[in-house]
């Protein structure tokens, strides 16, 4: 239900048990209020004017009804509500909204015998209505409620061994009597409009017929959705028994299947994209590294000639485009590997496919982000040029296990042709075969104003988004793993530096007429 049909809903529930109210069906009032206020109770922020006009005046009659039916402790929770949201300024509640809801409570404390906070409503709608005939008559009911308590307890401390003691016995056996036949009275009234609420309902509509009617549709359409679920749980439970699966009996069993089933063909879905993306990075990558070769043809034809051509200056774009090349380049797919002799024994054929004499190798398997900007400053031709670069740098890395020459990087067309063989033509999980674990590594901040005194030192952000299930051996391998992981981030470390070299070298425009 959207949110101004449920404001016009409780609307309606409001005036109908106005109308209730009126005519002394007090139990009627009280269920269609309660009705109102839930549909508006959690209304979004951006309504919040339209929720708090409705919710003062629900919260403010239904603590009357509460105080007639003599549920004083549910009145005092209603008007502590209506405070709640009078008492912030933003809502800006009209002070006789604010001033009713102290009223409320305080004739509900008193009632419950709280007569000191009963007084601070009072006092607090004196403060914003001044001389209310109404307030300062239960004001003196409350004064007179708070001298009697103070001369009982004062009678109870200064005659405890005489024979007022007595007196006070036989007043509390008076007043248990009174709220005895309180109690009776208030039990049979309650009876009564019952009773007499249940005459009504029986001669005429049903108090929410209305709602039951609007329900129909909805409950025939949930009841063909269960039985379209539980036709499909029959025809997979078909397919899975010819296929040597065991089938499930129970609906709930069916929905559990169903909703892993939904969870896998979703990360599915994600791994296929993440090769169409792959796909076309190389096909960038392809385009980079022809126009890298037509540049560098470009150099040399310029520094075969007898005398330079006068220096021109170059585009910021052409600089940031050799600088994006050569980077990706550079750190796809850096790798280092670890050859240790319990390898063989700690990959389980149940996991991988393992090789003969098998080495862990860690390595980048892309540059998922790499967005900045890069330029070169001549502002002199005899002086060294300004070499400027920075970049948000995201990779993703890998360690698996292979054999010692085999090539651990595979391409787009490599993935999808695994994909296509595949029975179920799954996409593979990993770029590396044999994945033990993977994730992804940031440099927030690589520029030229940041680099680090040793050229070595830059803080990276890495997280484990993938790793193998858990078996035995496994906790050695995935150790073996993590710290291999780090001599890899260590060698990205050490790329960039001489990333950092070549590009002041390859741009060192004051000596190199192909600038």
């Not at 296929?272 to 040399?300: C, G, S, T």
């Not at 006068?310 to 590997?337: I, S, Y």
Request: glycine share 4%; hydrophobic share 35%; net charge neutral.
């Amino acid at each position: 239900m959207g949110n101004a049909e449920r404001v016009q809903r409780a609307g309606e529930f409001k005036n109908i048990g106005n109308e209730k109210f009126k005519s002394g069906n007090l139990m009627e009032a009280r269920d269609y209020y309660r009705e109102a206020i839930v549909y508006v109770e959690d209304l979004v922020d951006a309504r919040r004017k339209e929720r708090n006009e409705l919710l003062m005046p629900l919260y403010s009659n239904l603590a009357q009804v509460y105080l007639r039916l003599e549920e004083h402790t549910s009145a005092e929770d209603v008007c502590t509500k209506a405070l709640t949201i009078a008492d912030l300024p933003k809502n800006a509640v009209p002070s006789a909204l604010k001033a009713k809801a102290h009223f409320r409570r305080a004739v509900a404390r008193r009632n419950l015998g709280e007569s000191e906070e009963a007084r601070e409503d009072l006092q607090a709608v004196l403060r914003l209505q001044p001389d209310h005939a109404e307030v300062l008559k239960e004001l003196a009911v409350v004064k007179s409620q708070l001298a009697e308590k103070h001369k009982q307890q004062k009678a109870a401390w200064g005659g405890f061994l005489q024979k007022e003691c007595g007196h006070s016995d036989r007043q509390e056996r008076q007043r248990q009597a009174l709220e005895r036949r309180k109690e009776r009275l208030r039990k049979a009234e309650e009876r009564q409009q019952m009773e007499g609420a249940f005459e009504k309902l029986s001669k005429g509509k049903m108090l929410y017929a209305a709602r039951e009617k609007e329900m129909e549709p909805v409950r025939k359409k949930e009841e063909e959705k269960k039985q379209t679920l539980e036709l499909e749980q029959q025809l997979l439970n078909i397919i899975d028994e010819s296929n040597g699966k065991p089938k499930t009996e129970k609906f709930e069993e069916f929905m559990k299947q169903k909703e892993a089933r939904a969870m896998e063909q979703s990360s599915e879905l994600d791994q296929k994209k993440k090769v169409l993306d792959k796909v076309k990075k190389e096909e960038q990558w392809a385009e980079d590294d022809q126009w890298r070769q037509e540049r560098l043809n470009h150099r040399q034809q310029i520094q075969s000639r007898p005398s330079p051509a006068a220096r021109q200056m170059w585009e910021a774009k052409q600089v940031d485009r050799w600088c994006q090349q050569r980077l990706r380049e550079m750190l796809v797919p850096a790798t280092v590997q670890l050859e240790d002799d319990s390898l063989q024994k700690l990959a389980t054929k149940e996991l991988f496919e393992v090789p003969e004499a098998p080495v862990l190798r860690a390595l980048i398997t892309d540059v998922l982000k790499l967005e900045g900007d890069a330029s070169v400053i001549q502002l002199n031709a005899n002086k060294k040029p300004l070499h400027y670069f920075d970049y948000f740098l995201k990779m993703d890395w890998e360690v698996h296990i292979c054999s010692l020459h085999e090539s651990s990087y595979r391409p787009a067309e490599e993935l999808i042709t695994e994909a296509a063989h595949d029975h179920e033509q799954k996409a593979p999980k990993s770029v590396a075969k044999n994945m033990v674990v993977g994730g992804t590594v940031k440099i927030r901040e690589f520029s030229s104003e940041e680099i680090p005194g040793d050229g070595l030192s830059w803080p990276l952000e890495v997280k484990e988004k993938r790793r193998v299930r858990t078996g035995e051996g496994l906790p050695k391998l995935i150790a073996m793993s993590e710290t291999l992981r780090e001599k890899l981030f260590q060698e990205v470390k050490e790329i960039l530096g001489r990333w950092i070299k070549e590009y002041q070298d390859y741009w060192g425009c004051g000596q190199d007429p192909g600038c």
